[in-house]
């Protein structure tokens, strides 16, 4: 009986210690054989027509945060460190709008044939997601159409525009059109309205773009908006911001008998399957906490490798990504998805 009861012990720990050296090895594979594959869905550029024709309306920086450097070979350089074959570039906040509809649909035009060049000149590294002139709906309209005809592999929308979030009536004419399109949407955060009264010390982008995907996203999903443009493949930033934290409370409106929830629950869909209609990058977001979070809530299906490189610290970004090798709830398959299986899923022609 002893002696079985040792072998039992014997076995079990020559297993747990298979387990172990198995992930020791698939580490080190890991770090032997960095990715060379991903695709990077938040990669911002900032090419010199945007930043002087910031400067020109006294705006060089992003809610605080300078305007980082950068040119088409420090560009390459950090793909080629971060295992990155493509790279979807876009402009980042503070957008193109600052009051003046003509001057946004310049910058937009500009910015946007700049993606195009870049194409040109690394055709298998470089796509894009074209920025819109909102919140001048004629104009983006006209540049929807634009951005089809270049071959750009979608939009970037802010999630706020003069501190109308993207869900707000009076943008529907083009959420509908990129739903008629079918067209990928990459959503990033813009400052809300108001930040600069807050009087708080740490730079707004910070957490203020957290809670705006945050409440972007809520108004989408309450507002009934993401009923109405399912052909939208919507890929959101930075995890979600911190839906994937408050998924369980944002889920009261399934059962508050409050009037004002009435017609959320008519529509008969839970929060949890709205999230997972939508996806989310992993840029400088993807510690362990929260992948297992995000994973649980939405699924690694819907992950999609992001950078937010150059405005991120470097070093951060790479330790962001290492996260995506190392992190023991993720198999070798759901790298892979996230890596580019997924982000490949999206760009193919609907």
């Known amino acids: 009986m002893n002696q079985t009861r040792t072998s039992r012990r014997a076995l079990l720990s020559f297993a747990a210690a298979g387990v172990t050296y198995a992930r020791a090895r698939s580490a080190q594979a890991a770090q032997a054989e960095p990715r060379a594959d991903r695709i990077d869905f938040h990669h911002h550029f900032i090419p010199d027509v945007y930043r002087d024709m910031l400067a020109s309306v006294g705006v060089n920086d992003a809610g605080g ?58 055709p298998k590294r470089i796509g894009g997601f074209g920025s819109l002139p909102l919140p001048d709906i004629d104009a983006s309209l006209k540049e929807i159409e634009r951005i089809a ?17 993207i869900g707000h009536p009076d943008f529907a004419p083009v959420l509908d059109e990129l739903n008629r399109r079918k067209m ?39 507002t009934g908006v993401l009923d109405r443009i399912p052909n939208v493949k919507l890929v959101t930033s930075h995890l979600g911001g911190a839906l994937p934290y408050i998924a369980w409370r944002l889920s009261m409106i399934e059962v508050s008998p409050r009037p004002v929830y009435a017609a959320f629950r008519a529509r008969g869909r839970s929060v949890k399957d709205y999230l997972r209609s939508i996806y989310y990058d992993t840029a400088v977001s993807a510690s362990p906490g929260a992948l297992k979070a995000a994973i649980e809530v939405v699924g690694a299906d819907r992950l999609v490798y992001g950078s937010d490189v150059p405005f991120a610290p470097f070093n951060f970004v790479e330790a962001t990504t290492t996260n995506l090798e190392t992190y023991e709830g993720l198999d070798v398959a759901a790298r892979d998805a996230i890596a580019f299986k997924t982000g490949s899923g999206l760009l193919r022609p609907a």
Request: hydrophobic share 45%.
């Open 184 to 222: 990928v949407a990459f959503l990033h955060p813009n400052l809300p309205k108001g930040v600069d009264d807050l009087s708080l010390s740490l730079p707004a982008p910070v957490l203020e773009f957290v809670f705006e995907t945050t409440r972007c996203v809520a108004d989408l999903i309450f």
């Open 65 to 122: 945060v300078p305007l980082p450097a950068w040119t088409p070979e420090t560009m390459l350089k950090s793909m080629d460190t971060l295992g990155v074959a493509k790279a979807l570039l876009s402009i980042s906040a503070p957008g193109v709008y600052f009051g003046d509809a003509k001057f946004a649909n310049n910058l937009a035009v500009r910015t946007n044939d700049a993606i195009v060049d870049l194409r040109k000149k690394y």
């Open 149 to 165: 005809k270049l071959k750009l592999d979608g939009v970037c929308l802010m999630t706020n525009y003069g501190g109308k979030y």
